[in-house]
Each structure stands twice: as C-alpha cells, then as structure tokens.
C-alpha cells in the first residue's frame, strides 16, 4: 500500500472514531439520565410509600387511644353504677 492509502484509511479511521464517539457519549447520558429518572421514581414512590404507612399508623394510634378512652369511661360508669347498687342492698 501507498502512503496515500494509508493517510487516507487512517484519516477514514479517525473521522468515523470521533463522529462513532460523540454518538456513543450521547447514548451514555442518555442511559444515565434514564437511570436518574428511575432511581428518582423509585425514591419518590418510597417516600409515599412510608407517608401512607406513617398515616395509617397514626390513625391506628388514634382509634387505640379513642377506643381506650372509651373503655375507661364504660369501666367507671360500670363501677358507679355498682356502687350505687350496693349501697341500695346494704
């Protein structure tokens, strides 16, 4: 091969390297945009996650402490209530 062959496949060579690499570096960010938005999305679909978690917690604590009150209430009706009984008996 002449010497022009071979600046001419090299210089071939060259371009499609630079035009093989800007296509390739653009398919990269493009893959790690796309992960970002993923990893994003499932960050995001997490934290509602542990929202709705921590809301049903607190509305169970709430009927816990509602439904305690209630028993307290019902428990010293109840003992009144037998108190004045047996007050009436004696």
Avoid at 43 to 60: C, G, P, V, Y
Avoid at 82 to 90: E, G, P, Q
């Amino acid at each position: 091969m002449s010497s022009a062959i071979v600046s001419l496949v090299i210089a071939i060579v060259g371009v499609c390297g630079t035009l093989a690499s800007a296509i390739f570096t653009q398919h990269l960010s493009q893959r790690a945009k796309t992960l970002e938005l993923e990893h994003a999305e499932r960050r995001s679909l997490a934290e509602q996650e542990a929202a709705e978690k921590q809301r049903k917690t607190d509305q169970l604590r709430s009927c816990y402490i509602q439904l305690n009150a209630n028993d307290r209430n019902y428990r010293d009706a109840m003992l009144a209530y037998a108190y004045a009984l047996n007050l009436d008996l004696a």
